[in-house]
């Protein structure tokens, strides 16, 4: 498994970022945060608030009550019981609070003009309450516990202060949040700079470049995790090294007694003669020498390839080298001209590359067109426009699957055809160390059958 997730069997949904998840989750617990306390806010304002009227509603009852009996206790000592209950002289407006004066029995004896004519609770008893409709009631007893005054306050008249400081405290919300957003993104952004510079100095290098990664700046944490990877890198340089020692060591320690044997065997065929049977067994030997030998050419330059030869090029015409190439091939097969160069008129082919790797690779990707074309078929080696060069052939066309596969070490499509398989490996190595890419194209580009290579070099 890599960093990617699995949204299904089989399934590949898209990357996730350490930044996107950090931040997404600040945000989400920041804002979580901050309704959380916003709600016990609500909470502890509702309760003050309502502690606040209930104490407006008691401290009105308790100046108002006094003075009402005083003033107007001759109305309260005349007004008959069976009629109904006068309201005390003002001109008529709407009232915050309403009232009544009546009796511990609960017979309302006087009243504001927007009061009821029945008591708003009964049994008259000191204290809070609710009536019927809603309304927030106080009730105070006189000091000669005759009267008492019920003081109401209109239902929803609190609603509206409770909403108004609820609004007030979550209206910042929608200007916090996105600038919460903002900052944590650039929090996040600043605090994992270091992390992204580790990593694209990681995919910038090539596979071949396997120096140290630089741990100077960076966090404690980082430190070790790069001092870690820089140990696996020093360890898998020296296993590389010893590979390509290996495999260059053998590689020319057979060159010679292959050579030497080729040259026996071919005696032995002269001297039995190339017609009788034995003759030709040891032509047939002779072959597998001569494949012996090629492969052990091909161990070199790919451990030339390997070792970061090509990285030390720079910018050189390549035009002269590539025709000599092909005139080179030309004359080692049977059909003259059967290679065939197009350089769209070009006098010049400049391009950043090491002269000699340029060399290899090139006669590489002829020698592979020549061998698994058509018999008889013309390949063709194009230059330009632009720093690219390309080969093609009329061979049979490669499914895409196993044109993939193609810059694999070893990988043949046809074990019965005489071969390496490392010729597109060195070319693929050797273009990606010249800062370019290797692509394959089959059928050829414009054509309906045969292979193509495209050989990019870096910009020039």
Same mark, same amino acid.
């Given at each position: 498994?890599?960093?990617?997730?699995?949204?299904?069997?089989?399934?590949?949904?898209?990357?996730?970022?350490?930044?996107?998840?950090?931040?997404?989750?600040?945000?989400?617990?920041?804002?979580?945060?901050?309704?959380?306390?916003?709600?016990?806010?609500?909470?502890?304002?509702?309760?003050?608030?309502?502690?606040?009227?209930?104490?407006?509603? +008691?401290?009105?009852?308790?100046?108002?009550?006094?003075?009402?009996?005083?003033?107007?206790?001759?109305?309260?000592?005349?007004?008959?019981?069976?009629?109904?209950?006068?309201?005390?002289?003002? !001109?008529?407006?709407?009232?915050?609070?309403?009232?009544?004066?009546?009796?511990?029995? #609960?017979?309302?004896?006087?009243?504001?003009?927007?009061?009821?004519?029945?008591?708003?609770?009964?049994?008259?008893?000191?204290?809070?309450?609710?009536?019927?409709?809603?309304?927030?009631?106080?009730?105070?007893?006189?000091?000669?516990?005759?009267?008492?005054?019920?003081?109401?306050?209109?239902?929803?008249?609190? %609603?509206?202060?409770? !909403?108004? %400081?609820?609004?007030?405290?979550?209206?910042?919300?929608?200007?916090?949040?996105?600038?919460?957003?903002?900052?944590?993104?650039?929090?996040?952004?600043?605090?994992?700079?270091?992390?992204?510079?580790?990593?694209?100095?990681?995919?910038?290098?090539?596979?071949?470049?396997?120096?140290?990664?630089?741990?100077?700046?960076?966090?404690?944490?980082?430190?070790?995790?790069?001092?870690?990877?820089?140990?696996?890198?020093?360890?898998?340089?020296?296993?590389?090294?010893?590979?390509?020692?290996?495999?260059?060591?053998?590689?020319?320690?057979?060159?010679?007694?292959?050579?030497?044997?080729?040259?026996?065997? +071919?005696?032995?065929?002269?001297?039995?003669?190339?017609?009788?049977?034995?003759?030709?067994?040891?032509?047939?030997?002779?072959?597998?020498?001569?494949?012996?030998?090629?492969?052990?050419?091909?161990?070199?330059?790919?451990?030339?390839?390997?070792?970061?030869?090509?990285?030390?090029?720079?910018?050189?015409?390549?035009?002269?080298?590539?025709?000599?190439?092909?005139?080179?091939?030309?004359?080692?097969?049977?059909?003259?001209?059967?290679?065939?160069?197009?350089?769209?008129?070009?006098?010049?082919?400049? !391009?950043?590359?090491?002269?000699?790797?340029?060399?290899?690779?090139?006669?590489?990707?002829?020698?592979?067109?020549?061998?698994?074309? %058509?018999?008889?078929?013309?390949?063709?080696?194009?230059?330009?426009?632009?720093?690219?060069?390309?080969?093609?052939?009329?061979?049979?066309?490669?499914?895409?699957?196993?044109?993939?596969?193609?810059?694999?070490?070893?990988?043949?499509?046809?074990?019965?055809?005489?071969?390496? #398989?490392?010729?597109?490996?060195?070319?693929?190595?050797?273009?990606?160390?010249?800062?370019?890419?290797?692509?394959?194209?089959?059928?050829?580009?414009?054509?309906?059958?045969?292979?193509?290579?495209?050989?990019?070099?870096?910009? !020039?």
């Amino acid at each position: 498994m890599t960093q990617l997730e699995r949204s299904g069997p089989g399934i590949m949904s898209t990357p996730w970022t350490l930044r996107g998840r950090l931040t997404r989750s600040l945000t989400l617990g920041i804002t979580l945060s901050w309704l959380s306390a916003a709600a016990l806010a609500v909470v502890a304002v509702r309760f003050e608030l309502h502690e606040e009227f209930d104490s407006v509603l +008691q401290e009105t009852a308790q100046h108002l009550l006094p003075s009402t009996l005083e003033e107007h206790r001759p109305v309260l000592e005349t007004t008959n019981l069976g009629t109904a209950p006068p309201t005390l002289p003002a !001109v008529p407006h709407d009232e915050y609070i309403t009232y009544q004066i009546l009796t511990v029995d #609960g017979q309302v004896r006087l009243r504001s003009h927007q009061a009821p004519m029945r008591a708003y609770l009964l049994p008259v008893v000191t204290g809070f309450g609710w009536d019927p409709q809603g309304r927030r009631v106080y009730t105070e007893m006189s000091v000669d516990g005759q009267h008492a005054i019920e003081i109401a306050e209109p239902a929803g008249h609190r %609603a509206e202060p409770i !909403v108004d %400081a609820i609004f007030s405290l979550l209206l910042p919300l929608g200007a916090l949040v996105p600038l919460a957003i903002w900052l944590i993104h650039r929090s996040v952004r600043r605090g994992l700079s270091p992390l992204t510079a580790v990593q694209q100095e990681i995919a910038s290098r090539s596979r071949s470049n396997l120096e140290p990664l630089p741990a100077a700046g960076l966090p404690a944490e980082l430190v070790t995790m790069v001092t870690d990877v820089n140990l696996l890198l020093q360890r898998l340089a020296l296993a590389m090294e010893g590979e390509r020692s290996f495999a260059a060591n053998s590689a020319h320690e057979m060159r010679t007694p292959v050579a030497a044997a080729m040259a026996q065997t +071919q005696l032995l065929a002269a001297h039995l003669g190339e017609a009788t049977p034995l003759g030709q067994r040891a032509l047939a030997i002779c072959e597998d020498l001569r494949r012996m030998s090629r492969l052990a050419e091909r161990l070199l330059q790919l451990s030339r390839a390997e070792a970061g030869v090509a990285m030390a090029g720079g910018l050189l015409d390549a035009l002269p080298l590539v025709v000599m190439l092909v005139e080179d091939a030309n004359r080692q097969v049977a059909e003259p001209h059967r290679i065939r160069l197009e350089t769209g008129g070009a006098t010049s082919f400049m !391009v950043r590359a090491e002269i000699d790797m340029l060399g290899i690779a090139v006669r590489n990707l002829l020698d592979n067109a020549l061998l698994h074309g %058509a018999a008889e078929g013309v390949v063709s080696l194009r230059v330009g426009p632009g720093p690219v060069l390309s080969v093609s052939n009329d061979g049979p066309v490669v499914a895409a699957a196993e044109l993939a596969t193609l810059t694999e070490r070893f990988r043949r499509l046809d074990d019965d055809r005489p071969g390496s #398989g490392l010729g597109l490996a060195i070319v693929n190595t050797i273009a990606q160390q010249f800062g370019g890419a290797l692509r394959l194209h089959s059928p050829a580009r414009g054509s309906t059958q045969g292979f193509e290579v495209e050989f990019a070099f870096s910009a !020039v």
